[in-house]
């Protein structure tokens, strides 16, 4: 998976998605009777609502920014064909002798995604802070022969387990997922365009954890990845989606460093950093927000000789500032994100 946020329009970076989900714990009873704090609770709670509103479209910015030619079509009328489900089984061990590059090319592989999103907020002195994720079994498919945008791909989310703790609303929202299916092209540097989803509105849910699996394989160069080859990449997007429009650019480094042994299987390991700053506003029932804030993260992903991706891990930081005008406040959010990717039997 391109488990570092972001890439977006023509780089060839090793990371994908960061999908941020921000959600407030309730406050402690008549806290803002303290002297202090004299914020009345119904603005409080508008805040809040605003802030987790705001925070979800930054989410939405790192999980499918994209803009141009790459940026995916409007879903119509879902019809499903026996393409877009396969039946997947486990892909042997490569074996012969090691190539001079590795391309993505046809494979049917399961795979385990597990997100834990930890978000900090603090509003008139109360630091409020959230644990999440869930783990998401998902089956990618890609087949051939690549046409003139690239391989014919799909992902099918198996099943969606959250994590203790994860609020109700979030949880309904991923079982909501259980079997949908995002269908479109891999290009050969790994992204996955012109996805059309089988439920437009279930996935949306599904972007604040994952994204829409534009991003879910590592990025590599157009003409293979060698051994040895680093490349930086600096990406700009625009994402507008759910009356909000958020910018991002991302200063991305990655290197295939070695070969070694991933999974029982002859693998290169991609290291990668980034960096990468956000802004944009929105409106959330009729009221609007501003999001500005910087990030950083770090990855590490492994693609098998055969062009299999054999998953991951991932971990990224952000510091975003909220400003909700008509409450006349600036709230400070700080989000870390943990992914981990492993293949299925």
Known sequence: MTI??????????????????SVVRALPPHWEQVADLRIPRTTIMTARLHVTAAVLAA???????????????????????ASEAPAVQPAAPSGGPVPASVRYGPSAVRYLVHRRLHIQQAFSGQQQAQDLGA???????????????????????????????????????????????F?????????????????????????????NFRDFLPRI??????????????????????GSEISRRSIIRATAAAWEQHAAVHSLRLEGTATYQLAGA?????????????GD?????????????????????????IRLPVQGVAIPVIQVTRTTVAVLP
């Open 59 to 81: 989410a939405c910015a790192s999980g499918k920014a994209g803009s141009g030619a790459n940026a995916a079509p409007t879903p119509g009328p879902y019809a499903p064909t």
């Open 183 to 211: 269908s479109g092209r891999v290009v050969p540097r790994g992204e996955f365009l012109n996805a059309v989803s089988s439920d437009s509105a279930v996935a949306q849910s599904l972007i604040q954890v994952l994204g």
């Open 297 to 321: 993260g770090a990855s590490v992903s492994f693609i098998a000789d055969d062009g299999r991706y054999l998953g991951g891990e991932s971990r990224d930081s952000a510091n975003l500032t």
């Open 135 to 181: 783990q998401l079994f998902v089956a990618a498919a890609i087949t051939g022969p690549a046409d003139s945008v690239g391989y014919p791909a799909t992902f099918l989310v198996d099943s969606v387990i959250a994590d203790s703790g994860t609020p109700g609303p979030i949880v309904e929202s991923l079982v909501r997922a259980r079997r949908l299916v």
């Open 221 to 242: 160069p157009a003409d293979g990845l060698k051994p040895g080859a680093s490349w930086v990449d600096t990406v700009e997007a625009t994402q507008k989606a759910s």
């Open 4 to 21: 570092y946020p972001p890439p977006v329009g023509k780089q060839n970076s090793a990371y994908g998605p960061t999908a941020p989900v």
């Open 282 to 294: 929105g409106q959330n029932a009729g009221q609007p927000f501003e999001l500005s804030g910087t």
